[in-house]
DNA sequence: AGTGCCGGTCTCAAAAAGAGACCAGCACTA
DNA sequence: TAGTGCTGGTCTCTTTTTGAGACCGGCACT
């Protein structure tokens, strides 16, 4: 069993086989995975999905992303068919953004993961600090910082 | 209903209200689906859920990725506590990396996703085609490309 | 002796993201 | 009538993140 470890002739061929087999480069889900895997991409689906927001709502909302990238963010998200963007002739014109009947079904499979978070946000936060905590002990040797 | 648009006054008061309530900003969520939202970290994720593996295994798997930031993703996803890694001190010393328990849960959250993706990536795919043209039409009035 | 693989780290260039100014048009206020 | 604020964006500049690739020490095989 041992034996991958040490011998390693002509393990190329092998790994090429096992891609091939677990096509991880090739597949589409990449392709569709890559556009949710933005800073705020899921964030703004989250936000979208309880109701649908307005630009400005949607920066207010999340106080902490620029203009710029709300702009582009929402126009992936539209562009995947994920979010619906109106234009209302308003006085001052205003535009909202709704999910899709695509987004929604995509949003159905991603909320598994935000309860996840939801869930175990303290074990993540926990695996965290004790990685550091190892991490200043091997470094710096010492039990107690200052 | 609609008053909502035109309506404009003191609506910070309301939005800071709603805030509060739907708390996108503060809630921990974030903080966890940050850290899966890496170009990588889902990939590498899907990858050792399938078995573990060593460095240069994952580098051939994944071949578009850069040392660099194979070994970064993975001491990001080693602080977050999904994966393990295990060094084993064979003559070239080899270093293996597997899913731990709780790597193995937030997987199981993670998998809808990545089946949705797999049955979807041709709606995806279509409604990025559409944007695109779409585009193409508002901005050049061509239908017929060159 | 020389070469290659092991898992990384280091540096440098390119790409992406963040901060903030700026735009045109309309309503309300002074 | 001028001034202000709000609308949804775009533009520029700076900072952070990513990508590409050289480099490291140590051992085995040639």
Request: aromatic share 8%; hydrophobic share 40%.
């Amino acid at each position: 069993m041992d034996s991958r470890i040490v011998n390693l002739k002509s393990k190329l061929d092998v790994y090429k086989a096992m891609t091939d087999g677990g096509n991880l480069s090739d597949c589409p889900v990449r392709d569709v995975i890559q556009g949710l895997s933005g800073k705020w991409s899921s964030l703004l689906m989250a936000a979208l999905a309880e109701q649908p927001y307005r630009f400005g709502e949607l920066r207010r909302l999340v106080p902490d992303i620029s203009q710029r990238m709300l702009t582009q963010t929402l126009c992936d998200l539209q562009r995947d068919g994920y979010v619906c963007r109106e234009v209302f002739p308003t006085k001052p014109p205003s535009v909202e953004y709704s999910l899709t009947d695509l987004g929604r079904s995509m949003f159905g499979a991603f909320r598994h993961l935000l309860e996840w978070a939801e869930l175990n946000h303290d074990a993540v936060r926990a695996a965290r600090a004790g990685f550091d905590g190892a991490l200043a002990g091997t470094v710096g040797k010492a039990g107690t910082a200052a």
